[in-house]
T-cell receptor, first 116, second 112 residues
Framework: DTGVSQDPRHKITKRGQNVTFRCDPISEHNRLYWYRQTLGQGPEFLTYFQNEAQLEKSRLLSDRFSAERPKGSFSTLEIQRTEQGDSAMYLC??????????????FGAGTRLSVL | KQEVTQIPAALSVPEGENLVLNCSFTDSAIYNLQWFRQDPGKGLTSLLLIQSSQREQTSGRLNASLDKSSGRSTLYIAASQPGDSATYLCAVVQGGSEKLVFGKGTKLTVNP
């Protein structure tokens, strides 16, 4: 068990370009979450998957953002037509199958996006 | 809408001191509360999770308490060490949801 893995760790892009991030959750964790964290703030929830189903989306997830988890394993987060305000750390987390006493969310190291 | 507040925003203490970090939340209908540690430029490490029915949890030098009715939690760190320097984040899971709602964190510096 290697933990939650995110790729790339850093991404620099020009305004207007599209970017895609990948998250590999802990093996057999059926729940996967995306959060966004800007400087000096706590993480803010973006979206959540149970297996391949996207069950909850934040209003922060504008129509330029799309997240997928096609086979219920890894997930991708795509941002189209990036804006400078999209610059942030994008964090992925996963949690185990049983929702309850052990519902700890385990976080990856994040992908830091800089939009120039 | 749930709001989580952490006080103080920053704290600097000499090594060896015991300290308390505070977290408050506006909606008491929570499922659980978690304390996380975040090192600069890194992801989050879960420290303690308290279920809504519990009053406290302990792990090593850390002790977290929860008073759900008053919307408060504290994280107590005993005998602080320079390696404890980090940002500590408090987050709650609302009943009926699975998302974490975070505070802005307390940046702790422990001076040798």
């Amino acid at each position: 068990d290697t933990g939650v893995s995110q790729d790339p760790r850093h991404k620099i892009t020009k305004r207007g370009q599209n970017v895609t991030f990948r998250c590999d959750p802990i093996s057999e964790h059926n729940r996967l979450y995306w959060y966004r964290q800007t400087l000096g703030q706590g993480p803010e929830f973006l979206t959540y998957f149970q297996n391949e189903a996207q069950l909850e989306k934040s209003r922060l997830l504008s129509d330029r953002f799309s997240a997928e988890r096609p086979k219920g394993s890894f997930s991708t987060l795509e941002i189209q037509r990036t804006e400078q305000g999209d610059s942030a750390m994008y964090l992925c987390a996963s949690s185990p199958r049983q929702f309850g006493l052990k519902n700890i969310q385990y976080f990856g190291a994040g992908t830091r996006l800089s939009v120039l | 809408k749930q709001e989580v507040t952490q006080i103080p925003a920053a704290l600097s203490v000499p090594e060896g001191e015991n300290l308390v970090l505070n977290c408050s939340f506006t909606d008491s209908a929570i499922y659980n509360l978690q304390w996380f540690r975040q090192d600069p430029g890194k992801g989050l490490t879960s420290l303690l999770l308290i279920q809504s029915s519990q009053r406290e949890q302990t792990s090593g030098r850390l002790n977290a308490s929860l008073d759900k009715s008053s919307g408060r939690s504290t994280l107590y760190i005993a005998a602080s060490q320079p390696g404890d320097s980090a940002t500590y984040l408090c987050a709650v899971v609302q009943g009926g949801s699975e998302k974490l709602v975070f505070g802005k964190g307390t940046k702790l510096t422990v001076n040798p």
